[in-house]
């Protein structure tokens, strides 16, 4: 079965540091790979999405992700976080009946 | 925000109870999941509905079970409640099942406490 794991329970930064959630899946084939972010008291919104082609992805509030094959992982990076940053985030694969699984989520605090 | 809405919005329930949670799709989707959010993990996904069947289902017992309407809103009915099933439950709907192109939108959830 599909499974994804998130090394980082809870990361705490500064204001301007950067960036980098890590992210590993389980499974060899052709993957689709999501970054979803919940901010607190809100609902779960996509930060950005794989599928196929540029394994760098861009996304929205200055996120991107580097999809690498080989280490079967899919990293969220930002180059210089900010206060309204903090949130929960979640990285997640396409399972086979077109559902989402979820890693555990890394709670990140970004301290102004 | 989404056009994803739920109800009620926090639930006290005791176990052995039956526990109704209900959500409304966005305009134009017709595909809706529902996912379970424990404390400190990652949502885990219950069933997906399309056209009013089910079609799809995660790991869930059989007292987790569903509806969609025609107008594509759809119920989460959990029966015989247990301490565990204490959880934020969320909605998602998209446009169609199975296309991981069509991004799925999530709703505020329900928070289901059974004492």
């Known amino acids: 079965a599909q499974s994804v794991s998130q090394h980082n329970h809870h990361v705490i930064l500064s204001e301007a540091a950067s960036l980098e959630l890590g992210c590993n899946y389980s499974y060899g084939g052709t993957v689709n790979l999501f970054w979803y972010v919940q901010y607190p008291g809100q609902h779960l919104q996509l930060l950005l999405k794989y599928f196929s082609g540029d394994p760098l992805v861009k996304g929205i509030k200055g996120f991107e992700a580097e999809f690498i094959k080989s280490k079967f992982s899919f990293n969220l990076r930002k180059p210089s976080v900010q206060w309204s940053d903090t949130a929960e985030y979640f990285c997640?694969?396409?399972?086979?009946?077109?559902?989402?699984?979820f890693g555990k989520g890394t709670k990140l605090s970004v301290k102004p | 925000e989404t056009g994803v809405t739920q109800s009620p919005t926090h639930l006290i329930k005791t176990r052995g109870q039956q526990v109704t949670l209900r959500c409304s799709s966005q305009s134009g989707h017709n595909t809706v999941s529902w996912y379970q959010q424990a404390l400190g993990q990652g949502p885990q996904f219950i069933f997906q509905?399309?056209?009013?069947?089910?079609?799809g289902r995660g790991n869930f017992p059989p007292r987790f079970s569903g509806l969609q309407f025609p107008n594509y809103s759809s119920e989460l009915n959990v029966n015989a409640l247990e301490l565990d099933d204490s959880a934020l439950y969320l909605c998602?709907?998209?446009?169609?099942?199975?296309?991981?192109?069509?991004?799925?939108?999530f709703g505020p959830g329900t928070r289901l406490t059974v004492l």
């Open positions: 509905y399309y056209r009013e069947e089910e079609n």
């Open positions: 998602a709907s998209r446009e169609m099942p199975g296309l991981a192109a069509l991004p799925q939108f």
């Open positions: 997640a694969v396409k399972g086979s009946q077109g559902n989402l699984i």
